[in-house]
């Protein structure tokens, strides 16, 4: 079956601009994440969706920083008034919720560049 | 602040070569995780590991959990140029919601 799709794969924008990215997860997966990468780095996460709860927002850096998903299906990241430090790639992932073992499925990220 | 650190950051070997790779924290996890990332794409896990002091083996590589649960080690033994890319340590929190990823190793094997 399909895997974790991600659309643009690239975008660049101009500073001050806003940007939608979008993530079209696994068929039947109830978890969804979204994770920043900057550049060689480790994963900085920014928000999580499970099912109809609401969702863990803990980690957008900024109120420029929204997400949404519709029911347990396609999910937007949305950031507003782009800054040049916003410039990472986007990483969506998600996984069935079990107690141990979860597995993340990742789509190949949507590479932002502010300019 | 990170929660989980990994080191090295880099890494660049000979092909034959054996090295590891550690995540260390703080804190206690249920569970954890290495993924391996290749430029361009999104991560793929590779092991779970649940059980303080567990030792997996997946080929060359060898994963262990550390007794506390709070840190853990990827070791591989006669690395091939095909192993290189980002290693990622991410650990499960006890709700299993939420992942804690490592700041990453980067791996280059020389031929």
Redesign the interface.
């Known amino acids: 079956g399909a895997g974790?799709s991600q659309s643009p794969s690239n975008k660049v924008t101009e500073k001050g601009k806003d940007v939608e990215l979008r993530c079209d997860p696994i068929s039947g997966h109830t978890?969804l994440?979204w994770?920043r990468q900057r550049l060689?780095?480790?994963?900085?996460?920014l928000i999580?969706f499970?099912g109809n709860s609401a969702p863990?927002k803990s980690g957008l850096p900024s109120d420029r920083f929204s997400a949404e998903r519709t029911g347990e299906s396609v999910s937007t990241l949305t950031i507003q008034r782009t800054q040049q430090e916003d410039s990472a790639v986007y990483?969506c992932?998600s996984s069935l919720?079990?107690?141990?073992?979860?597995?993340?499925y990742?789509?190949?990220?949507t590479r932002l560049t502010v300019t | 602040t990170q929660l989980l650190e990994q080191s090295p950051q880099f890494l660049s070997i000979q092909e034959g070569e054996n090295l590891t790779v550690y995540c260390n924290s703080s804190s206690v996890f249920s569970s954890l995780q290495w993924y391996r990332q290749e430029p361009g794409e999104g991560p793929v896990l590779l092991v779970t590991v649940v059980t303080g002091g567990e030792v997996k083996k997946l080929k060359r590589l060898t994963f262990q959990f550390g007794d506390a649960r709070k840190d853990s080690s990827l070791h591989i033994t006669a690395a091939q140029p095909g192993d290189t890319g980002l290693y990622l340590c991410a650990g499960i929190a006890y709700n299993f919601n939420k992942f804690y990823f490592g700041s990453g190793t980067k791996l280059n094997v020389k031929p």
């Open positions: 974790v978890a994440y994770y060689g780095q480790g994963l900085e996460f999580y499970q863990d990483l992932a919720l079990r107690q141990l073992g979860n597995e993340q990742f789509g190949p990220g």
